[in-house]
């Protein structure tokens, strides 16, 4: 056994990283930023880890990675992570001038207000007729969407002028 003294080495570590792309392991050990794990490489698929497991995590993750734990055993860890719930919706407001009773649930359904037909129908029949402008396109959505903007050319029937007056 004296023969193989120093052949076989210990180094204090927290966990191991290890991944099947030597390349995305060796990036990580000469990142600057993760200089504070105390990252080691030990070969081309291992790295040994100075920091908390918690740490080394939020760590990688800060910076992009997507790293998963592991139990002891090599299966994956799930994570419990806080559930986040939308906010609480608001009460609908109440129309203004009504008064808001103690005992009435904001959120109540309230019925609608009897309307009078009659009264409805005439006020609807006795309002002045709403006659909707001209389209300047005249139905054409082609000249909208080329970019040409300037009002189309009227149709014959609307440059005749009368001569009765003259």
Excluded: W
């Excluded at 056994?1 to 204090?12: C, I, K, L």
């Excluded at 959120?107 to 609608?112: L, Q, T």
């Excluded at 005749?160 to 003259?166: C, F, K, M, Q």
Aim: glycine share 4%.
């Amino acid at each position: 056994m004296a023969r193989s003294h120093g052949r076989v080495r210990v180094t204090p570590a927290a966990f191991v990283i290890h991944s099947k792309e030597p390349a995305l392991l060796a990036e990580l050990a000469a990142h600057r930023k993760f200089d504070k794990l105390g990252l080691r490489q030990l070969a081309p698929t291992v790295l040994v880890s100075r920091t908390p497991l918690d740490k080394t995590l939020a760590a990688l993750r800060a910076e992009g990675c997507a790293p998963v734990a592991e139990t002891t055993n090599g299966t994956v860890r799930i994570e419990q992570t806080e559930r986040r719930r939308a906010a609480q919706v608001p009460p609908p407001r109440l129309p203004r001038g009504e008064p808001r009773s103690r005992n009435s649930d904001p959120r109540a359904v309230r019925a609608p207000a009897a309307v009078d037909l009659k009264t409805l129908a005439a006020r609807l029949r006795a309002a002045p007729p709403m006659v909707p402008e001209p389209d300047p396109y005249n139905g054409s959505l082609r000249q909208r969407h080329r970019g040409n903007h300037r009002r189309p050319r009227e149709p014959a029937s609307a440059c005749l002028v009368p001569l009765a007056g003259r």
